[in-house]
């Protein structure tokens, strides 16, 4: 079975410090990685997306960046907090063989206040 | 405007009876997801369809693709029902996942 596992479980950073948030399934090779955000009471928004190693496509910027150095891994960081990107972010993943319709699961999500 | 509409946005249920959510779409989409996210933000996949329905205990979810548009039921709602009901479907070549805005569903005793 796949599992999918994202750290920190929260973070409280201040505004102008970096960020660096993990995503690693396991179970599961060479799966398609997504990054998602989701401001308190709304909903989801997809942010970056890459079906493999080294390659991430932007969909919305938010000042965020993300790569994938591994096949199993997801990155989500910045270099500079801004207020906004306070939120939840979740991880998700779905199949390569199944294509751009293809079911996606997701982790347990990270929990960040930007102070 | 909005690609992917849900309502009602909040639904109180009295223990035991039924309800329905909806989900409409703008744009034609092939598949539907409807998730549930319980209050420490963890998605539950519910039901992922084709056009067709598909049943899962009290729960029960039909995609209409030709008139664009999704229902989740709930028969015999249970406390534990109680959390925001989302449904998503892939808008784009992105991989991209479009969600509705959701429906803060209550289940009272």
């Known amino acids: 079975a796949q599992t999918i596992h994202q750290w920190p479980v929260a973070e409280i950073k201040a505004v102008g410090s970096p960020l660096s948030l993990g995503c690693t399934i396991k179970?599961?090779?060479?799966?398609?990685l997504y990054w998602y955000w989701q401001a308190t009471g709304g909903t989801l928004q997809q942010l970056f997306y890459?079906?493999?190693?080294?390659?991430v496509e932007s969909v919305v910027q938010l000042n965020l960046s993300a790569s994938r150095p591994k096949d199993d891994q997801f990155i989500l960081s910045t270099e500079k907090l801004l207020l906004s990107h306070s939120g939840f972010y979740l991880c998700?993943?779905?199949?390569?063989?199944?294509?751009?319709?293809?079911?996606?699961?997701f982790g347990p999500g990270t929990r960040l206040t930007v102070l | 405007g909005d690609q992917v509409k849900q309502s009602p946005s909040a639904l109180s249920l009295q223990e035991g009876t039924n309800s329905a959510l909806r989900c409409n779409f703008s744009?034609?989409?092939?598949?539907v997801q409807w998730f549930l996210q319980n209050p420490r933000g963890s998605l539950m996949n519910l039901f992922y369809?084709?056009?067709g329905t598909k049943e899962n205990g009290r729960l029960k979810s039909t995609f209409n693709s030709k008139e664009s548009y999704s229902t989740l039921h709930i028969r015999d709602a249970q406390l534990e029902d109680s959390g925001t009901y989302f449904c998503?479907?892939?808008?784009?070549?992105?991989?991209?996942?479009?969600f509705g805005q959701g429906t803060v569903l209550s289940v009272i005793p």
């Open positions: 998700a993943w779905s199949s390569r063989d199944w294509g751009n319709y293809a079911e996606q699961f």
């Open positions: 179970g599961k090779s060479s799966p398609n």
């Open positions: 890459s079906i493999t190693v080294g390659q």
């Open positions: 744009i034609a989409t092939t598949t």
């Open positions: 369809l084709v056009p």
């Open positions: 998503a479907a892939p808008t784009g070549g992105n991989n991209k996942l479009t």
